[in-house]
């Protein structure tokens, strides 16, 4: 579904990606980790169409995407949600959601508004709740709501447990694998939260100085140390 080959790319004159190749299979869930400061967020930009490389190439589905900007990267399925949730928070729940429709622009119906409910409970019970007015983990899952309005066919996630309490962190990993199953929805999500990468992912990179260190199932990367090695956990 998405693949993505020697990509680099940076801010002003510095370089954060140096030649990253990944690929994630249809209906996969992937989990990127890595710390503070090693190119996880500005991947998830490059794959969003925020920041475009300065060289590699990225296919969805076979179509090269590479120079497309966020809005047609969208129309190509491609949903993300940003880290810090970017909720809209003098906005109702109901009012956040209807953005994400606006997004799609037409395909979406009433019946994909009570389907997306339906994953999120918490948010049913309080549709005309400000979103200012959430905890972090009901924002997270309302910002993770918002961008399955658009009935997108790969969801970008970024650092989606920050500062988000824990017990809410493993709801909306369960959250996630729920949705995966459900829809088949390809899933990439950039994280220094192990745990919670490791409740959803069924494969993990992981992202050191910009590039691609190791990869395996969580399992496989605990066994081996890698994840002690360049996680410290």
């Not at 199953?181 to 939260?193: D, F, I, K």
């Not at 081996?224 to 360049?230: A, D, K, L």
Request: hydrophobic share 45%; with cysteine; glycine share 12%.
């Amino acid at each position: 579904m998405l693949e993505v080959t020697d990509v680099v790319a940076g801010y002003g004159r510095g370089v954060v990606l140096q030649g990253v190749s990944l690929s994630v299979a249809d209906g996969e869930i992937l989990g990127v980790l890595g710390r503070n400061g090693m190119g996880k967020s500005t991947l998830i930009r490059v794959l969003a169409g925020l920041l475009r490389p300065r060289g590699g190439r990225l296919r969805v589905a076979g179509v090269d995407l590479t120079k497309a900007p966020a809005h047609v990267r969208s129309r190509h399925g491609i949903a993300v949600v940003p880290q810090g949730r970017g909720v809209f928070g003098d906005l109702s729940v109901t009012e956040n959601l209807r953005l994400g429709r606006l997004a799609a622009g037409t395909r979406v119906t009433e019946d994909r508004h009570r389907q997306v409910l339906e994953y999120f409970p918490r948010l049913a019970e309080r549709p005309r709740q400000r979103a200012g007015t959430m905890s972090g983990g009901e924002q997270q899952m309302l910002a993770i709501a918002r961008a399955l309005m658009a009935e997108p066919r790969i969801l970008l996630l970024d650092e989606p447990s920050d500062g988000i309490m824990p017990v809410l962190v493993r709801q909306i990993a369960d959250h996630l694998r729920a949705i995966n199953r459900a829809e088949g929805l390809t899933t990439v999500v950039v994280e220094q939260n192990v745990p919670m990468v490791a409740r959803m992912a069924s494969r993990c990179l992981i992202l050191e100085g910009g590039t691609i260190v190791a990869g395996g199932t969580p399992d496989e990367l605990a066994a081996s140390g890698e994840i002690e090695r360049h996680l410290g956990v």
